[in-house]
């Protein structure tokens, strides 16, 4: 039990951090200063008599630590994983984030146990957990902007036949819908505001988002303003496309949620059995871990639950 102290210091550490990063999203998202910081063209002023707040604080020390990695290859990167994730940071800022969790835990962790090898593995298991977190928060944005493009579709083609011109309809749909896809549309509609051709913006954005779905949106667009044609028939055409492939995907989940339902069971069962054995029988059961053949075996399982977890999923993951 006493492994547990810097295992949960650790993760409230994390939980902070995260806390602390998308607490801001809302607020930082339509910033113009943000959107134009990392060019070092505009930056905002404390005026006078003002006192800066400790979270203004944190995020421009986390911002001057950043300048230096701002405009590497690896950083930016990692910034186009984070804007399809919708976290309002630059690729920079994370890995700052990144190290400063991982030094926080790593330094708690030694701090109550004295144990060096598992600060080092906590300190191990910090970006790891980053990364999880990043994927998750890409895939459900994703998702949620897939579900209402086709709703938006129907909206920019009801409003071209009312007489509006594209750039109008995305105005449009930047208020009138939920984020993400309002945001996302909002930014296209500052892009082109700002001089962006619209063709590049409508490009940036497809590179920020990274649907498939919307790709198909972008190339019909960008080929109607090319050759002409009724751009309003053409959305409702991919319109019901997407609405049908969503639909698809609805009923392909249904149908495989046994098979997820049994992989989440594979990877959690032995770990709910070993915490039985634990509490009830714990000399008995630490005699695995003291035993060279009971580690190796302990080894041997989490390798073939992980190995198992991923095969179920890649059989039940059926592209549409």
Known sequence: MFILIPLAASFMTFVFVITLTL??????SSDMFYRMRRHAIIRKSVKPGEVEDVKTRALRFIKELAKP????????????RLNQAGIPLLGGEFIVLNL??????????W?????????GGVVILVPVAFWIVLIVLKARRLSSFTEQLGDCLITISNALR?????????????KEMEPPIGSEFAMINHEVVMGVPLEEALENANKRIGSSDFQLVVTAV??????GGNLAQVLDNISYTIVERIRMRREIVALTSQGRMSAFVLLGLP????????????????????DPMGQMAVAAGII??????????KIVDVEV
């Open 23 to 28: 607490a801001i999203k809302n607020k930082r």
């Open 69 to 80: 990695l701002v405009e590497k290859n690896f950083a930016q990167s990692i910034e186009e």
């Open 100 to 109: 400063l969790t991982m030094t926080l835990a790593g330094f708690l962790t």
């Open 111 to 119: 701090f109550i146990t004295l144990d060096s090898s598992l600060a």
């Open 162 to 174: 009312a007489g509006y011109s594209f750039q109008q309809t995305i105005e449009v749909i930047s």
């Open 222 to 227: 960008l080929i109607q303003r090319e050759v």
């Open 271 to 290: 770990f709910a059995a070993g915490f039985a054995m634990f509490t009830l029988n714990r000399n008995n059961f630490m005699l695995i871990f003291e």
């Open 304 to 313: 073939m639950e992980i190995i198992g977890y991923f095969v179920i999923m």
